[in-house]
């Protein structure tokens, strides 16, 4: 079956660093996203990876490691708008993205 | 721009009821989508059209259907409500089938 694993919910301090990891199943793999969502907002796009490795966009990075089934994302800099729910989604072979529940991303000051 | 819009914002509809949850998008993209999301669940694939006439069928199709006239409309339709149907409904469109989905601010349907 296809499944997309990343922790429930997370706590990290303003000004800190926080990875968040996600592990995949899927039939077949045509890329690895990452959204972040805002308590009742709409998922927005944060990052894409499709092969192995780091890309680094501003304060936030992700890494894909395909024989791995693994990636994560990586919030630097931490302020308190960065208090969301990020949602790591895996596209199939048929195109269709695989969405994980969400990781519940909680930050202190 | 407007990207993508969703109406209505929220609905409480009575079972058996039918209902069409509307989506209108202006960036000429091929693709569309129509999730569902519940708490403690990731988004749902509910339908998909990867270009005007043509649409398929995603992880939780029963109980709804869609049409893909034109390019920018996408419009989901409950043909006989039920409580189970109660959650957030976010439409999605992106490019091409392979790109980065854009999401309506989503509709908050209660089914009683």
């Known amino acids: 079956g296809q499944n997309i694993d990343q922790p429930t919910e997370m706590t990290a301090t303003e000004g800190a660093i926080v990875q968040i990891n996600c592990t995949y199943q899927t039939s077949g793999f045509n890329g690895l996203f990452w959204y972040q969502q805002h308590a009742g907002e709409a998922p927005t796009f944060l990052s894409y990876n499709v092969l192995d490795g780091l890309e680094e966009k501003g304060r936030f990075s992700s890494f894909l490691s395909r024989s791995k089934g693994y990636s994560y994302l990586l919030l630097k800099e931490l302020q308190m708008k960065d208090s969301a729910s990020y949602l790591c989604a895996a596209m199939d072979s048929n195109y269709q993205l695989i969405w994980g529940a969400g990781t519940k991303l909680i930050i202190k000051p | 721009t407007a990207g993508i819009t969703q109406a209505p914002t929220s609905q409480i509809l009575a079972a058996g009821r039918s209902m069409t949850l509307r989506c209108t998008q202006d960036?000429?993209?091929?693709?569309m989508y129509w999730y569902r999301q519940d708490l403690g669940l990731g988004l749902r694939l509910i339908h998909y059209s990867n270009t005007a006439g043509t649409t398929g069928k995603g992880e939780v199709p029963d109980g709804y259907s869609v049409s893909r006239a034109n390019t920018d409309d996408f419009p989901l339709t409950l043909a006989s409500a039920v409580p189970s149907q109660t959650s957030v409904y976010f439409c999605?469109?992106?490019?091409?089938?392979?790109?980065?989905?854009?999401f309506g601010p989503g509709t908050r349907l209660t089914v009683l």
């Open positions: 960036m000429r993209h091929n693709a």
């Open positions: 999605a469109s992106s490019e091409g089938s392979a790109d980065e989905q854009f």
